[in-house]
Every structure is written in structure tokens, then in C-alpha cells.
DNA sequence: GTCAAACTGTCAACCGGTTGCCAACTATTG
DNA sequence: CAATAGTTGGCAACCGGTTGACAGTTTGAC
């Protein structure tokens, strides 16, 4: 229900009306822990107590004052405890891309997991620029319990100093002394190229995502070791961006290097290479393999759909977030990195070569 | 800018930077305007009201004021203003589905559109259920200096009266009264029905989506104009739930119709049909044309891709949010809905009918 | 019955800004 | 040069909770 605070306290204003905008537009303000204290007959910090502080105040008083606040529908003001306790019941979240998919199940697994537990979210954007970055987790910082970074671009030694202020929690990167959670790509790379190497194939190349993308590096180093593992040669393509778009550019590259199966930094990228390949009349996956990261909303749209290795990135998501409230009750993160298990989904885009 | 929000550009480390006092027990505080106060040698409320009332004190000791501040590296905190003043730089932004990507757009171009104003995007979702998102409303509320709501299931009443406490801005959805920001979908339906038509369609199908969805409502009453314009024959079915896996459901009620051409509420809704009927061994576009809404990300990862009336989401959200900073600034919000354009995306998944 | 420990509620001092009001100072004008 | 208007800076009272210190009450042990 609305609460139209009914009785104005008249003892608070003595002179004239103050009609002007007291507060906003209307002149409606919340019950406050006063308007409690009074109605209850007991001290404004006795309210306070009973309220934040279970157990400090008798059961029968504690009774009193919760009815009490019940009547009036009190809420308590968040800025009003966030001010001299620190506590805000809010957590952060920074993405390199708002509109990359990747980051739809990471977002959506920390706002789940934070509002079952009455935390907010925020969300910040860094556009893939390490120095936006930056200045969102600073300015952030200030105004949250925690943060998360998924897929953090800049430095470790600027992670850490963050991470030395307020709990932070890292997704999709190994940062030592910051809790992290990562997605292990050994498992999944590794069934990626055995089931390429099966297939005929003995030239990989490797699309790398951004420079700054720890997960990228990652990546080619677990490709790397598999392609060694199963001898396949292996050759790194850069990409411009990790979009669709930066996937169609690097086609050219991906044809000139000679590879007949392809892995991707990421879906997007496994996409647009694929729609560029296909619009110069290769055929996937019978003249080339494609292979991508993270299973995406949307990779089993494509024909043929996109051979790929998921991430469980909501689950990524969730996991961070619930680190990140066990370590703001005072746990301490993990030792080391978490890891979750990757798997590779096979679709249409990868096969056997028909030469 | 009115607002002094930070020295965020303290490049030049010149010399000796005074750290933050020490609090307490050792934590460290960062610097208060007291701080600069002292520093400067001026009183508390003059440093508050040069940091924040431009012109109200003079040139030379604002020049002090700022100085001192650059030189403390000294950030507002954000509660401690909130709190007398009710203003947060923060304006909240509730979707129905964080997954669902046509609400990403949105919520790119409100998180851009708002911090490229300095403020902070605060995110809620509530899982396209009417409860949830009025709580998470009211939650917010409390806690923004403004609400965007995109896509809202509760009544109109209770949006006008979250609208009467603080400014709301609403997106894909009319509420007298109350800012909104509409694609006007009949220039849209309008094409793609006579496009329909012109490929000998007779009769049509529209798959609706949530029962609360406004605008699900208004393309379903655009859809009918537009058929009683071009003498088609037109049947509404409805879907469980507005996503791949609603629409995959909803194919056995298609194709029970007998409509040779289907509009769906949105894209997700028209890729899941689209697969189902493929399954089910349905040429799409020879048998069946199906034309989706808003044209999401991935909407042409599909084979066929998909045809699609387009919603300028980003726009919306952009606008929403220049809408309400707008308000916040004291204007008035626009006497009527702002309209924005739809137009058809012609793809492959409509076309003639091969009977 | 005495005395101390345990429990409860109150007081008052914050947290860090904002702002109405007033006094002092400056500039303008007659 | 005095009177007046316009500036500018300071004082102090908030905003709404939180919390350490403390005193009054109970409770319990001996």
C-alpha cells in the first residue's frame, strides 16, 4: 500500500509553511525511527536496536516497536545508515560491454542472487576502455558494500588496490590475492581440438579477443598446449574488437593463414567470421570449422548452429555475487581462484573436412 | 556542470599529496570537506556551497576552495548529500527480464545516456511479474531521483502513483499522465501487413505475449486495423511466456489455425515458432511467413533470417533517459508520449506463399 | 539478604554534507 | 561622507540513523 503518511507532526515546523519543495516535489516524508520511538513511547535508539540489532533489546520491547513500525510502514532510509556506517546493501557491477551477450547470464546470475538477499544492483559499462574502467570502479567504490569486475581490462596492480579498499570479486580472470571466479577452459578447449583433430583437421588458428583480456591469453595458452597435445599447428589471428563485426573483418586473415578449423576469443566473433566466410562462398563447416566461446543467447541460431565452448556464465555471475555477500559478512574470499567447469557444445559449424 | 563531483583528473602527483586522515581504528576515511576547510582556511558551508552553488561565493575564494580540493583529492560523499537533499545521481531502471535482449538496448542507452550526465544506472528486474516489480519500485524508489520503467506489467494507478513521489519515466507502454516513450508501431504493422498481403497472405496469425504487456495489447489492435485495411483475415493465439521456449509452444496453435502467415509479439517469440515449425518440417518462407518485433540482437542469425518490425530500443532508452534527467532538472516531462519510429526490416523469413 | 553479573534502555556524539539566517564587508549612489 | 543595496562568509540547525558509554533494573549465586 501507498503510504500517505496521515497526521503532519506539527510539532516540527513552528513558523510559516514552508511550501516551497522542502524535500523534492511533494512534501511527503517517511516515517522515520523518531516517528517510531514516539508512537512506541521509547528511545529513537532503542528503535534503532531493535531494528538492526536483534537481541539487543528485550522480546517485549522489540515487539512493540516492530508493530510500531509496522503501523506507520516504515522503511528505514538508506542514506541515513549509509552515512555513518558504510553500509549501503548495494553491490556493483562493471562489464567491458553492456550489449555483449556474454555478459547478459553474468549480470542476470548477480542481480538474482543479489536481490534474494536484499542487495541492489549497480552497473557500470567500461566500453572496453581499461581507463573507463577505472573511473566507473572508483567512482563506484565509494557507493557500494562490493564490487565485481567481469572481465576487468586493467592492471592487476590497479585490481588489487581497489580490492584493498572494499571486498572485490573478479569473473573471467586470475588475479592473485583477489577472490576470482573463472571458468577452467582446459576441459573444454581440450575436447574442442581432439574433436577437430578427429575430424581431419591439422591447421587451427586461434581469433584472439582484446589485448587487455587476461581470458584471451587464456585461451590461446590452453589452445596452444592442446593443439601441441594432439599436433595440430596452431597460428594467433588478432581481431580489431570481439563483436560480430570484428569477426567479419579477421575472415580475410583466417583464409590467407590456411587453417581449416577455427577457434574464437569469443561467440560474437565465431559468428561474424562465419557470416563473412559464408558470404564468400566457403562452406561451413565442410571446407572449414568453426568453434567459439561462452554458448551464448543466440550462437543455436545460426545455420548451422555454432560449435562451441560454454561458459557457465550465469553461474559465473551468481557464484561472484554470493562470494562477494559471504566476504561482506565478514568471511574471507577464497584462497585460491574458483573454477567452474566448461564443456564443449557441438553444433553444425565444426565437422569433418571434405577436401 | 553545477556539481563538483570529484578530482578525477589528478594526472600530476606534484609533490606532497596530504593522505587522508586516519579514522579510528585505522581505517582510512577519505578526506571531508571539513578537511578542505581547514586547508583552505575558510568555514565548512562556504566549501559546500562552492563546491555545489556556483557564484555563491566569490572567484577568489571558490579558486582557494577548489585548489585545496584537487589537492585532497576529495570526492563528495554521495549519502552524506543525499541525505539532507534527497538527490542521489542515480536514476533506476526496472526491466521485466534481464535476459530477454530487447531490454538490453534499453538499458545500454540509458546507462550511456545517463553517465555521460554523471549518473549511475541502478538495474532491478522483475522476472514479468507485477508483484515483483512494484516492490522492486518502491525499493528503488526510495534510493534514485528517478525511475525508468521498461516494459511495466502493474497498473497504470500504481505507476501514476510511484510518478506523483518522484519523476517516472515509462517505455514501450501510454499512461496518461506520465511520461512515456513509445515506439509507434503502425507504420510498421502497417508495412509489414501489406507486404503480407502483396505475397498473397489471406490469413494471419498474431502471437501475443504477456497478458499485462501493454504494448503486446497495442500491436495486436495495430495488427487488426491493418488487416481490416488490406481484407485480411486476422486470429490472435496466445503464448505462455514471451520467450525461444513460448514460442516453440505456441506452434501447434499456428499451425491448428491455419493462418499462412504469423506476427509474433517479439523476436524471441518468432525465432522459437520459426524453429518449431522447421522441426515439424515447415518451409519457412514458402509455407509460412513469420515477421517478429523489435529486432533484437541475433534476430538475423537465422536461417531464414528474420523479418521483423524494428523498435529503436536504444533510442527508447536514451530518450527515457534524457526525458527524466530533464525532469530532474525542473522542466516539465513532454505533454503527450514521445513516438518514435518503427519501420519494417524485410529478412528472409517472410515472403510469397508457394501453396 | 547482599553483592555482582547480566540485561535494557537512554543520552549524546557522531557520520558529512546542506541551507536559512544573519552579520560583516564591499560597492554604489546621492 | 553617509545611507543603502548587494555580496560574501560564518553559525548552527538540520537530514535519519548508529553506537559507545552509562545508569537503572533484574537476576542469580552464595
Redesign the pocket.
Known amino acids: 500500500m501507498p503510504d500517505y503518511d496521515g497526521a503532519v507532526t506539527e510539532a ?1 515546523n513552528s ?1 510559516a509553511v514552508t511550501l516551497p519543495a522542502k ?1 523534492g516535489r511533494g512534501e511527503r ?6 516517528d517510531i ?1 514516539k508512537l512506541a ?13 536483534p ?8 515487539k512493540i516497536i516492530e508493530d510500531a513500525a509496522e503501523q506507520l510502514n ?4 538508506p ?3 549509509a ?3 558504510g553500509r549501503t546493501q548495494t553491490i556493483g557491477l562493471i562489464v567491458a560491454d553492456i550489449t555483449n551477450p556474454t555478459f547478459f547470464d553474468i549480470i542476470r546470475g548477480a542481480e538474482t542472487t543479489g536481490s534474494a538477499r536484499d542487495y541492489t544492483l549497480v552497473l557500470a559499462e567500461s566500453a572496453e576502455s581499461p581507463e573507463t574502467e577505472l573511473i566507473a570502479a572508483r567512482r563506484m567504490l565509494s557507493t557500494v558494500d562490493g564490487l565485481i569486475l567481469a572481465s576487468p581490462r586493467m592492471d592487476d596492480e590497479e585490481i588489487r588496490a581497489l580490492a584493498a579498499d572494499k571486498p572485490v570479486v573478479v569473473i573471467n580472470r586470475e588475479i592473485e590475492g583477489v577472490p576470482c571466479v573463472v571458468p577452467d577452459v582446459n576441459k573444454g578447449i581440450s575436447q574442442a581440438v581432439r574433436s577437430l583433430a578427429a575430424n581431419g583437421h591439422q591447421e587451427l588458428a586461434y581469433v584472439a579477443g582484446p589485448p587487455q583480456s587476461w581470458m584471451s591469453r587464456r585461451r590461446w595458452e590452453g589452445v596452444q598446449a592442446a593443439c601441441d597435445w594432439y599436433k595440430l599447428g596452431a597460428v594467433r589471428l588478432e581481431s580489431s574488437k570481439p563483436t560480430v563485426d570484428g569477426g567479419r573483418q579477421v575472415a580475410r586473415d583466417v583464409l590467407a593463414s590456411g587453417a581449416t578449423a577455427v577457434i574464437t576469443y569469443n561467440d560474437l566473433l565465431a559468428i561474424g567470421l562465419m557470416q563473412e566466410l559464408q558470404a564468400a562462398g566457403m562452406h561451413v563447416p565442410d571446407q572449414i570449422s568453426i568453434v567459439g566461446f561462452d554458448d551464448i543467447f543466440g550462437a543455436d541460431f545460426t545455420t548451422p548452429a555454432l560449435t562451441t565452448v560454454r561458459s557457465p556464465l550465469g553461474e559465473c555471475g551468481s557464484r561472484a555475487a554470493a562470494l562477494l555477500l559471504d566476504m561482506l559478512l565478514g568471511h574471507d574470499g577464497p584462497a585460491g581462484a574458483v573454477r567452474v567447469d566448461t564443456e564443449l557444445v557441438v553444433r553444425g559449424s565444426s565437422g569433418r573436412l571434405i577436401a
Open positions: 516540527t513558523g524535500r516524508s517517511s516515517p522515520t525511527i523518531y520511538a513511547g521509547v528511545n529513537p535508539s532503542t528503535v534503532s536496536r531493535a531494528l538492526s540489532k537481541g539487543r533489546v528485550s522480546a517485549k520491547t522489540q516504515y522503511r528505514v532510509n542514506f541515513a545508515r552515512l555513518p556506517t
